[in-house]
């Protein structure tokens, strides 16, 4: 998914809710103090859902008050997506317990897949009522803020997480998002050189500050910074992504490389399974920069056909289509780092 920001800030956000029900939230839900518990987690481990879901209905007719056995099935129904059987779930747990505020944080997610960001807010709202120290909640508010471009509100939620955790790179990431947002490049670039210098062997705070140098018309320093993201992030599609888009679209010739772009896009296809927007009008990018345009036409017209594509990025790309069947390359706005 692309970003209205420099960045794609809305990527971030799904990659926390993967984070979280793919692993983090189990180990949380795990205290390993009952025998339930003890039966639940192998399943969860194995991904055989079904047969949770039946262990835990169990245990809930046993004990109808069971706050954990709530949760843990509202987790395991979203993860079969089933989304209103969770929330049905979790505001069962929260009623049993409603100062719990983790249960507030794990429905806000399930509110998120339904794409309800009302109700996601809320919850991670009582979260932080209930917790007021409760770091993720205040990152993951503000990721939320930032994706509906209400910057103030992103910009308070990521300070206070700083305040809370003032070494966490990925905070100074994102943060430097807002600043990039407010065309503030100097925080910005100050916010990404912290980042790098506080997880210098990740590679996302050099996705951000190559996305910021390019923002800036200085590709030279982007293609530095992608290329050692990438060196970071071998199987990561947004590492790949990057590079490929400033080798196929930079309006500096001397950097333009339509070849290594091509591999470089083909894999953040696969990584993404040749369903993204992003990458697929990447790859057509990339095809048009080689010469290839019946490539460029057939991947662009594939990138509009997805369902990921943001309302303001379809005429840009419609744009593109037109430029690859006139069999001419795009060249990137230098204002421009991402795939608008």
Not at 41 to 53: F, G, I, S, T
Not at 106 to 126: C, H, M, P, Q
Not at 144 to 151: I, L, N, P, S, T
Not at 297 to 309: C, G, P, R
Request: hydrophobic share 35%.
């Amino acid at each position: 998914m692309k970003s209205k920001i420099y960045v794609p800030i809305l990527i971030f956000l799904t990659v926390l809710v993967a984070g979280v029900a793919g692993g983090m939230m189990t180990v949380r839900f795990i205290r390993n103090s009952q025998p339930i518990e003890k039966r639940i987690y192998p399943l969860l481990k194995e991904k055989r859902y079904d047969q949770a879901v039946k262990e835990l209905t169990r245990e809930i007719e046993n004990n109808p008050k069971d706050e954990w056995a709530y949760a843990c099935r509202a987790y395991v129904f979203s993860e079969m997506t089933n989304y209103d059987k969770a929330l049905s779930d979790y505001t069962a747990a929260i009623a049993l317990n409603p100062h719990n505020c983790t249960n507030y944080f794990r429905r806000a997610y399930v509110y998120l897949r339904k794409g309800d960001w009302t109700n996601e807010i809320s919850d991670f709202n009582k979260c932080i009522q209930e917790d007021p120290e409760y770091f993720t909640a205040y990152v993951d508010r503000g990721l939320v803020y930032a994706e509906r471009k209400e910057f103030d509100h992103a910009m308070d939620d990521f300070n206070e997480a700083l305040r809370l955790k003032p070494r966490s790179a990925m905070v100074y990431a994102y943060r430097a998002g807002i600043y990039a947002a407010r065309t503030n490049y100097d925080d910005a670039l100050k916010d990404c050189n912290t980042a790098v210098k506080l997880s210098p062997r990740w590679s996302m705070p050099y996705n951000r500050r190559g996305a910021l140098y390019s923002t800036m018309g200085r590709d030279d320093e982007a293609l530095k910074d992608f290329r050692v993201a990438l060196q970071f992030g071998k199987r990561d599609e947004e590492s790949c992504n990057n590079l490929a888009w400033l080798l196929a679209t930079s309006q500096d010739a001397a950097i333009r490389n339509g070849q290594e772009a091509v591999d470089l896009a083909k894999r953040a296809c696969e990584l993404t399974k040749w369903q993204e927007n992003r990458t697929l009008d990447t790859l057509a990018s990339a095809y048009a920069e080689c010469g290839d345009f019946e490539k460029a036409v057939k991947y662009q017209k594939q990138a509009l056909a997805t369902k990921d594509i943001p309302k303001e990025s379809l005429k840009v790309e419609e744009g593109r289509l037109v430029l690859y069947e006139k069999h001419e390359p795009y060249r990137r706005d230098p204002k421009k780092s991402g795939n608008d």
